[in-house]
């Protein structure tokens, strides 16, 4: 079962007679439900006034705002196995598992300890709380405790210590301590999250629940994004392909692509793609540093993001004075980073940190070769070439620097132009490399048994 809040109004979800109240900040708040069933899997959306209306802002408001809504989805999500019948029956909390994801549901397992499992309720039920990006953490005055409704003493789950601003409440750092289980989206990420550079301030608590904690890689939609059936490339010219006709299929598209974007058609100048936001965690800056470098070698880069408004600006600008080598898509559009990622050559992913990343996930299963700063699961992910035994699914560089991005893809480019041999090896690598979600299914199914069987 998925639960989330009710933001839009979604198509398929029908309103169940069942309505609870629960207390934020001292008043009463109704909830009630929606539910859908698609592709086997039950949908619970939670329909309260504090959800409604930003979809297209779901962040917005002030920090106390953002954690009221938190506190009332956290609270009812706890108790939907209870209260809401999904083809009839409601789940009961014999054998159930919570995953919560990120700060903003980490309130979960604190609640699901402090009303619950403390009070003899729920006791076979456990919570795994998932770590997308460590830097988002929930953070605000200790006074902030007053919203979370729990009793005085679980202060001191919440309390943590910050050298530049004292104590303070952490979401965060509770979740962390009250979940049966900790996962983290790479093994890669799992490490980094133990050093203080990577930890963000939690890096002792991590330490500390080291046993807890499991590094799993993100799997992909295979429907979605698959160059054989990708629906992106029905149109204007581009095609699907496969292994079978990887080499005349991606040309295809590649034509269609900088046909579509007024680049001179070169079947053999590499195409180099990025696709992400445009700040300083995606090392855009690194690729802008490269750029009088990448001008001499003959190649052709595309830039697809928004975010700093001074990037999108440099974005304008390089597209501006290079406008036969450099396309710079300010904005995001789903059908443009299909048709990169299908079009490009490789893909450029310099990010600073990067806890799973899926775009060099994509690349590989479209024949797209990755270009990536060797840090969280870009390491896990992308095996460095290695020429003598013909092994590796794209180039890595070990730290944040142009000059390294430049030598990682001076080889890169090398191998493109002289050793084609080698060149549709590693990309017959990442097409043939399991990245579905069966493999990261399996070992998330470990977690929970693991979970299960602690008391």
Known sequence: MVVAPRYGNYAEAQQIGERKRYKVDGQDHEVSYFQAYIDGVDFVFIDSPMFRHIENNIYGGNRVDILKRMVLFCKAAVEVPWHVPCGGICYGDGNLVFIANDWHTALLPVYLKAYYRDNGLMSFTRSILVIHNIAHQGRGPVDDFSFVDLPPHYIDLFKLYDPLGGDHFNIFAAGLKTADRVVTVSHGYAWELKTSEGGWGLHNIINEMDWKLRGIVNGIDTKEWSPQYDVHLKSDGYTNYSLENLQ???????????????????????????????????????????????????????????????????????????????????????????????????????????????????????????????????????????????????????????????NALGYCLMTYRQYKESWEGIQRRGMTKDLSWDNAARNYEEVLVAAKYQW
């Open 248 to 406: 005349t299929g991606k040309a295809q598209c590649k034509e269609a692509f900088q046909r579509e974007l007024g680049l001179p058609v070169h079947p053999n100048v590499p195409l180099l793609g990025f696709i992400g936001r445009l700040d300083h965690q995606k090392g855009v800056d690194l690729i802008a540093e490269a750029v009088p470098w990448l001008m001499g070698q003959d190649v052709q880069l595309v830039m697809l993001g928004t975010g700093r408004q001074d990037l999108e600006q440099m974005l304008r600008q390089f597209e501006g004075q290079h406008r036969d080598k450099i396309r710079g898509w300010v904005g995001f559009s789903v059908k443009m980073a299909h048709r990169i990622t299908a079009a490009s050559d490789i893909l450029l992913m310099p990010s600073r940190f990067e806890p799973c990343g899926l775009n060099q996930l994509y690349a590989m299963s479209y024949g797209t070769i990755p270009v990536v700063h060797a840090v969280g699961g870009l390491r896990d992910t992308v095996e460095p070439f290695d020429p003598f035994n013909n092994t590796g699914l794209g180039w890595t560089f070990d730290s944040a620097e142009a000059n390294k991005l430049i």
